[in-house]
């Protein structure tokens, strides 16, 4: 902070000075709106507001509300369905927001849903202006349950529940594969691999130890479905002086698997929060807040999921019964007697030289690991009230100190496989011989590793003032001084954010306000006299309701627009620190010589220096309309932003002449600039229907958000025009144009040669020849569409609530459309000796020629087919039913004369469907875990 600079400081006190001597002089004797008010408080920056008094750019979720009829397991879960500007991944499509539980930089997945009390999304640059360079992209404020003035309350909530897999990989059986791979060497002119014969052995299944055809997503090593369950005690209470809130939750989920080890899987969350809040005198009140989270994962030695889409069906038996052995091998029976892995007595590893390890044997021999995280959170502040002093001062502070630290505890075991060797005697498969890989090795010893370790610190102090003049004008006023410093195990610099802010609103009989936010940022990723930026923001209000043209209208209960416009300064996009200075090296091997022979090294120049590198910008107009009708039948807000981040860094090629850099020696002075520039503009909107029909309650609620990217500037002398990021998407893919598949080789020797490797055949893709030139090649790559990166295009949600007597029936949908994705995994890409996936079926072959949708198999790298291409492009358009849910609460006269004073029973089911025309492309999972459909019964008693 020593690095603020005294202009701001000059500035803050003459802007704050004169609302503070008038308001001295004429204040009235009225209590804060702000605390008598009987509307919801919104939580803001340092500070809570009318939820009617929102100017706009902030989105707000009552979570303890939501938890009522929807039960969850994840903070962030699903609130695009009820959260305009949100996504699911960004706000506004700008990436990488920051999460503020209770104030404290924190991970939201370390917060549960029955800890929190209301989540504010702040997406506007004039609503995170006060939270400096970090929160530049956005910020999730996360609040937790506080104690209340009232008799002890205990809340017991419980739940369990299963997942169950959507849907797996389909991957052919070792006959069809043989047969296939077979195909793919013919047509790379090769001989086959496979006899007829050895395929009808695979095919038959007769003996599947000999002839194996190992399918790793079978019922023999996944289960149907596994268990979730948790129970969540929640205890608060207190009077005047002292309130306190206090939440225990433990979880406990297993996993898919059904042997070995891994049937041992599990995951385990123990949490403790409490928050208190003290009423210290009539001019002091402080709280203190702690949590603690102990968690556990422990696995089986192994990766699964990456075998099951790689590990060919016809490699190795992984487990061989003894009872194939032949009962006169002596030697194979002595062998097996010394192993240590014979599993539930009947069955012995088995491999071969090419496959001494695998992972059905990883998962029963290899041993186990244990993932072990602990966090320490801890928050405290102090709140003085200064109205001896000056009439609506008060002063308030926060410390914070969080400690996270996690490591892996393994048990390492190496074990041996056994090759068998079989013969057929009188039509009966018998093994005559073993070789044995490998060895059974158990140390016994812990073997600890990747540990690590982040320290979060985090203090700020901040005067507020609020005051009313003449009962029309309203001032309030933050000056705040505040920054956090987290130090990461293994990395050299502290993620650091300091800054100086100030935010004075004025409004006139509460329709038109005023409103000016600014911060002073430090940032040490930058030279010296270089690392402070000044960010300021202006929002305009108009609450037409109170107008008196509106005032008496039966049908416009609140209607309000806003405006801002801001520019914010950032070092979020800055990648690194000393970006900014020169960097040399010395030459790895000689390359010149003295007249006398001798050798010398030089040193290079990797790059120029630029100690004028500066903060990125994101600068902003937003506008914001909200307003409730009939009597809050209608609730709607929307909201309308253009912004533009400038001066993204790069290492130009095109703005300095080509000699500042050289290819022998490897050398360049070239230095990082800001340059680049992005824009994004877009829509949000929210809008509520409340009415009761008949005996039921309904609520039906709609959300959205819009945005489109835009490269509005970029270092780039590309040869086409077509080639040029600039005025594209931002997420945009970017590859050749397909025309289908070649039919013949006449075919391809009239079209242009394709220059990508390899020999190009009949069945192979063929691409558009861009430029003309007669030839394909990266001067062919074009823009295909938008990738959504940072979340869907468009994004929405649909959520209902009907509630009939005590029954509450809750629905969510969530949507997202828009985007583009790649079908380039493994299980799409099949070339070479991978896998074949059950898309290699629609292969193209001289018989298939006009139907085929994929082209030809290969055993080479397929460097021509397997490629970017709209060839591989799909749209990832999407409706999911993501939630539904129903609630029984018991009369409350059933209770009387009982313990429980409510109790709730629910079902429910969550990621139930997706209605999409890629819907087996978005729920089937390659190389990790599959994606689950999660239903739960629960009960929630309060005594």
Sequence with gaps: ??????????????????????????????????????????????????????????????????????????????????????????MWGMGDYLVLV???????????????????????????????????????????????????????????????SKSYPKYLGSA????????????????????DEDIYHYASGSNPYRYPSVDLYSSDYLKKAYNRSDVT??????????????????YYQGDVFKFGEAKNNNTNRLNIRGNVDLEISDEISAYVDANATFYNSRSANGDYWSSAASLRP?????????????????????????????????????????????????????????WTSRQFQFDTGINFDLGNVLKGLAFHTQFAVDYNTSFTSSYNNTYAVYEPDWYNYNGTDVIAGLTQYNNDEKSGVQNISGSSDRQTIDFSGYFTYNTSINTAHHISAILVASGFQQTQSTVYHKVSNANLGLQVSYDYRSKY?????????????????????????????????????LSGSSAIDNLEISA??????????????????????????????????ASERSTNSKRGGNENLTFIKRKELSATIKGSFWKRLITADASFFVNSTEGLIIEPTTIFPNYFSTYYPEASFIPYVNYNNDERIGFDFNV????????????????????????????????????????????????????GLFQSQDEIDNAPEQKFGGTVKPGDIKYIDQNGDNVIDDKDVVYLGRGGWYGAPFTMGVNLTAKWKNITLFALGTGGYGGNALKNNSYYWVYGDRKYSEVVLDRWTEATKTTAKYPRLTTESGSNNFRTSDFWLYKNNRFDLAKVQITYDLPKERLQNSLFKDISIYLSGANLLTVSKERKVLEMSVTSAPRTRFYNMGVKAVF
């Design 314 to 370: 016809n490699r190795v038996a992984p487990l061989i019964p003894l009872s194939y052995v032949d009962p006169n091998d002596l030697a194979s029976l002595a062998l097996l007697q010394s192993s240590h892995n014979i599993i539930d007595g009947k069955y012995f590893l088995g491999g071969t030289q090419a496959d001494m390890t695998n992972v059905i044997a990883d998962y029963y021999a290899a041993g186990y690991s244990k």
């Design 233 to 250: 005690t929640e205890i608060t209470g207190g009077n005047e002086r002292a309130r306190f809130y206090t939440n225990i939750g433990y």
């Design 513 to 549: 306000f005023v409103d000016f936010g600014a911060a002073e940022i430090h940032s040490a990723k930058l030279a010296p006299g270089h690392r402070n930026a000044f960010s300021p923001s202006l929002t305009l209000g108009w609450k037409l309701s109170n107008e008196d043209f």
């Design 688 to 739: 509520n229907f409340n009415k009761r029909i008949g005996q039921v309650d309904f609520t039906l609620g709609v959300a959205g958000t819009y945005y489109n990217t835009k490269a509005t500037r970029r270092d780039e002398n590309n040869e086409f025009a077509y080639q040029n990021r600039q005025g594209q998407p931002i997420d945009g893919i970017w590859g050749l144009r397909s025309a």
């Design 1 to 90: 902070m020593k690095h603020i600079q005294i202009r701001f400081i000059y500035f803050a006190l003459f802007a704050i000075l004169p609302f503070l001597t008038e308001a001295q002089t004429t204040a009235k004797n009225e209590t804060d709106s702000l605390n008598t008010s009987k509307e919801t408080l919104v939580q803001v920056a340092y500070r809570k507001v009318a939820k009617s008094d929102l100017l706009g750019g902030v989105s707000v979720l009552n979570y303890e509300k939501l938890t009522q009829k929807n039960y969850n397991t994840y903070s962030l879960d699903n609130l695009q369905g009820y959260v305009s500007g949100w996504n699911g991944n960004s």
């Design 176 to 195: 069809q594969y043989m047969t296939l791979y077979n195909e793919a060497l013919t047509n790379d002119g090769l001989s086959p691999l496979y006899s």
């Design 564 to 597: 801002s416009a801001s520019i914010l300064n950032s070092d979020l996009d800055i990648a690194d620190f000393y970006m900014y200075e020169a960097n040399y090296t010395q030459a790895n091997g000689a390359w010149w010589g003295w007249y006398d022979g």
């Design 102 to 164: 209770d104030g404290v930089p924190r991970d939201a997945n370390n917060v549960l849903p029955t800890e929190i009390k209301q989540i504010t999304f702040l997406k506007g640059a004039s609503a995170v202006v006060l939270y400096g360079s970090r929160a530049a992209k956005g910020v999730i404020y996360i609040s937790t349950k506080r104690g209340k003035e009232e008799p002890l309350k205990v809340n017991v909530r419980a739940n369990t529940g299963f997942h169950v």
